[in-house]
């Protein structure tokens, strides 16, 4: 089984995505990494297509777009997306969001310990 090499970090945000061979879908993003992204979503996708992704960001940023993603799997109304061109001027904004959830457990487990003293 191949092994992912970048952390994936929980998420819920809309998505969007299209591609040449099919009209395209909306979905929840469930976890997020800078590398890929898991979606569930009722449109069906297969394994090996490439898809123009748009992801909703938090706090009212403008959204992530990905000029394609390749689906890895699917099964049980969700997949996997491994992002494969992302512009560079997207890059910066991919890494921050990633960065920010990545950030929020942790963030979270430090306030929960503050108010305990």
């Known amino acids: ?3 992912r090499s970048n952390l994936r970090y929980r998420a819920l945000f ?3 995505f299209s591609s040449v061979a099919m009209v395209g879908g909306e979905g929840s993003l469930l976890d997020l990494s800078i590398r890929g992204c898991r979606i569930e979503s009722l449109t069906d996708v297969k394994p090996g297509t490439t898809l123009e992704v748009r992801v909703e960001a938090i706090g009212g940023a ?3 777009q990905i000029q394609a993603a390749i689906v890895r799997w699917s099964r049980e109304q969700q997949f996997g997306l491994e992002f494969e061109v992302i512009a560079p001027t997207e890059w910066p904004h ?3 969001i ?3 959830i990545g950030l929020e457990p942790y963030q979270l487990a430090q306030q929960q310990g503050q108010a305990g003293t």
Do not use: A, G, T
């Open 94 to 96: 991919l890494q921050n």
């Open 1 to 3: 089984m191949e092994q």
């Open 14 to 16: 809309r998505s969007s």
């Open 62 to 64: 403008p959204p992530i």
């Open 98 to 100: 990633v960065k920010q």
